[in-house]
């Protein structure tokens, strides 16, 4: 199948239904996305019913590395209306927090320190501004179920139901971590869309219909920004050069304001 962009994934036709296959790769974890075969099932499993992920099946270990086999959803990925995918996100925040999820800091100083390593690893920090002055202390909100990579390519919409896909990386942590990674302009574009409009963006986080995690993430919202350019530099430097241009994307909602 097309569009995965970490691990090859096959779709299985058979008399009794259509199922999908995912082999993990070794060198799939980034800064930003784990890839993880545990956390996968520990996600499928627990959501099990929901409607939120697809219906996992098994899991395997091979020479080959670890593959997953779990039933095909119908759809396209999205690439329209943004309020659906507020309303999705928001149902599987308000779900209890399954135990044995990785922690995903979502504080100033720990997002711009995330941003200075990968600058660092790539020697491209002349390429970038300084990281946003941040002279208010802001608490993360409570950890909430995260899927870690809400991005275009990984949420399928068949009508009126919206799946999310790829679980490789859930974590648990505030919400604003998955509000920034959709409302992102890079992943919006490397997923093969164009970047959210202000209006578009104003629609998905009135959809979410949470006022304080919105103010949340509007005041981290340049950390956010400054953040995905240095991960766009990272990949750019590691060959993926998709993210060339995205790192720009980012770097001009980050001086919009």
Known sequence: MTGGRTNPVWRIETGTGNFVCKLFTASGTTPLFANDPDAEVLALRVLAGTNLAP??????????????IYHHVPGEPWSSDPQPVA???KRLHDHPVPNGLAK????????????????TETGKA????????????????????????????NILQDGDLLTLIDWQCP?????????????????????????????????????????????????LAPVFHWRMAAY??????????????????????????
């Open 55 to 68: 219906r996992f099946i098994a899991s395997q270990k091979s020479s080959l590395g670890v593959s997953l």
């Open 87 to 89: 309303r999705v996100l």
């Open 104 to 119: 995903h800091p979502c504080d100033a100083v720990s997002l711009i320190n995330q941003g200075r390593k990968m600058l």
């Open 126 to 153: 002349d390429r970038m501004p300084p990281p946003p002055q941040w002279p208010e202390h802001r608490a993360p909100g409570k950890d909430v179920f995260l899927h870690g990579d809400p991005v275009p390519g």
């Open 171 to 219: 974590a648990q942590g505030d919400a604003c971590h998955d509000l920034a990674l959709f409302l992102s302009p890079a992943m919006q574009v490397v997923n093969g869309n164009v970047p959210l409009s202000t209006a578009q963006a104003a629609a998905f986080l009135s959809a979410y219909d949470a006022p304080e995690t919105t103010a949340r993430y509007h005041a």
């Open 232 to 257: 766009c530099l990272w990949k750019a430097h590691h060959g993926d050069h998709v993210y060339d241009a995205a790192a720009g994307l980012e770097l001009a909602h980050l001086q919009q304001g």
